[in-house]
């Protein structure tokens, strides 16, 4: 899974993307500064939030694919020939990398975004407690300086769902995740705390599914969806070092559909309370 996500999926491969992502963003800065832009006045014209494009200029997230268009009118078309030409030379290296980060960028976007979990619990609702156990137990090991930086990174992406608000986040989590007390017990009090508070928010919606459920339309695994800011709908899905970004509509449509049953075959969000509170008197 993803540096986001779970385990570790595209995070091994991010050092071959860091030098060149640095380029493109101080590219991206030169062609900005050039036309008399600050931040904030460019994302307010290619339609992005001024953070992400301070992200993309800093060489921390992948640029989407869209850039170099939107920023035609904004830069002129010599400048997105070289932007152009920078994002090209990024694609063809460290495809796996590249995924996430393009996923990185549309979540922070993205006015709706889905979760469903079978493996772990989703990042993004993931208390510090667990997301070191993750890394405490990965393969092969990590130092010390790495935990702690990934740590780090997951915890301020984690900050998505304060600082979104109008973004509305849709959960559904396999009873199982919790039942297998990733860490042990204090650990998943952590996590059950956790989704306990983050269900309270507007904008969050909790699910769990029953670890007994007859019709159930998830056996294919875990699926992410978000909904962008000009109502396209992209799919993410991850394997064992490996993801796949899915933009194709007729694929999309299948994951979409599937999510909607998969609702609906599991707790509502009063129900999914309640079985929390009693796995928690249950440690």
Known sequence: MTADHGGDGGTNSEPELSDSLKTFGAVLKALREESGLTQEEFAARVQYSAAYVAKI???????????????????????????????????R????????????????EAISLYAYECRAVPGLLQPEAYIRAIFDRRLPPASEEQIEREVAS???????????QSTAFSFVIEQSVLERRMGGPDVTGHVINNLLEMSTRRNVEIQIMPTVQE??????????????????????TEGQRSSS??????DVSVLLQRYGKLRSQALDCRATVT???QMRGAL
């Open 57 to 91: 200029e800093q060489g921390k997230r992948f640029p989407p694919g869209d850039l170099p268009a939107r920023a035609e009118e904004v830069l002129g078309p010599v400048a997105v020939k070289v932007l152009a030409a920078a994002a090209r030379s990024l694609t």
């Open 93 to 108: 290296r460290a495809v796996l990398a590249s995924w996430f980060r393009q996923w990185a960028g549309i979540e922070e």
């Open 154 to 164: 997951r915890l301020d992406r984690q900050q998505l769902i304060s600082s979104n």
């Open 215 to 236: 019709d159930h339309c998830g056996i294919d695994g875990q699926m992410y969806l978000a909904e962008t800011p000009t109502h396209q709908w992209i799919g993410y």
């Open 245 to 250: 970004l899915i933009s194709t509509p007729k």
């Open 275 to 277: 079985l929390l509170e």
